[in-house]
């Protein structure tokens, strides 16, 4: 049983325990709502359902989760493994995987960029040193095995 729960029909999302579902198409209302709800409400132990056309308002207590809140939990719980789902595979897409790769080079780039700024304070050898990871930086993109298994350089010690 969940303490919070919010069902908005007209908006198309549920919310339960304050994380919010969106429903693309819409979802399937219970039985006892077809065509008339407008809205569920569940907080800790009591509940409370608005009906339209003509408009009414119900209470109701635990012994009625299952039957009025369950279902739209049961929804909820689906719809976010199914988005969940869906990220992971657009994540996982090997453009994306590429883009994952330079965006994370690009701000290993950024952070040193101070290094080699030309009033920097830093000897000779140490200023090789960051030219040098930061060409190898640079250069990840050439790796065998780009960009699934990257060998990251190490950063030299200032």
């Known amino acids: 049983m969940k303490n919070h729960v919010a069902v908005m029909v007209e908006d198309r999302w549920i919310d339960v325990d304050g994380e919010t579902v969106e429903f693309e198409n819409g ?46 939990v049961r929804q909820w719980e689906a719809e976010k493994a199914r988005q969940k789902a869906e990220e992971e595979a657009e994540w996982n897409r090997p453009e994306n995987v590429e883009a994952r790769a330079r965006e994370r080079r690009n701000e290993l780039l950024a952070e040193t960029d101070y290094m080699l700024m030309p009033d920097y304070p830093l000897t000779d050898v140490q200023r090789e040193a960051w030219t040098a990871y930061r060409q190898s930086l640079r250069d990840v993109s050439r790796q065998e095995g780009w960009p699934l298994n990257i060998v990251w350089p190490e950063m030299p010690s200032v």
């Not at 399937?28 to 409370?48: E, P, V």
């Open 27 to 72: 979802f399937r209302l219970a039985a006892d709502h077809r065509k008339r709800l407008w809205a569920l409400h569940w907080d800790s132990g009591k509940g409370s359902i608005e009906l339209e056309n003509p408009p009414e308002h119900l209470y109701f207590g635990a012994s009625q989760y299952g039957r009025y809140v369950a279902p739209y």
